[in-house]
């Protein structure tokens, strides 16, 4: 990793549910092909971290994306997110797009809200068997 890379931040967070997408995946390639409409969600702060293990078997996955603008139609669909299978595109601010899951390991992702802040958090931690992957067109 260059030190480009460690310090660029995710500047956009996309996602799609795998039964619409076309994906062209590869296991232990560190490149993934996604087709389909990606919907953007807004963001206040957003995180991701991935790490592999000690046997380097698995990848420990972290993830989690407070949002604080919402309105209805962005509460039901946060709410038609939580626990389905997606793809998340994380855009960086170095022009990299990295996917996390796949069509074999998609992420399932958690909600929880609090009523004094008025926010919402989607997140997931995981463990796959593959690192996220670097978005390659078709």
């Given at each position: 990793m260059t030190l480009n890379n460690k310090i660029a931040n995710i500047y956009s967070l996309?996602?799609?549910?795998?039964?619409?997408?076309?994906?062209?995946?590869?296991?232990?390639?560190?490149?993934?092909?996604?087709?389909?409409?990606?919907?953007?969600?807004?963001?206040?702060?957003i995180e991701y971290t991935e790490k592999q293990d000690g046997q380097g078997e698995e990848w420990e996955q972290n993830f989690s994306a407070i949002i604080t603008e919402f309105d209805n139609k962005t509460e039901n669909e946060l709410n038609s997110i939580k626990n389905n299978a997606v793809l998340l595109r994380l855009d960086y601010t170095n022009n990299i797009s990295k996917i996390v899951g796949s069509d074999e390991f998609p992420v399932i992702l958690s909600l929880s809200s609090t009523s004094t802040s008025h926010t919402y958090t989607l997140s997931f931690k995981r463990n796959s068997p593959e690192a996220a992957k670097f978005l390659q067109s078709f």
């Open positions: 996309q996602y799609m549910y795998i039964h619409s997408c076309e994906i062209s995946n590869i296991p232990g390639n560190d490149k993934i092909s996604v087709t389909g409409e990606w919907k953007q969600l807004k963001f206040a702060s």
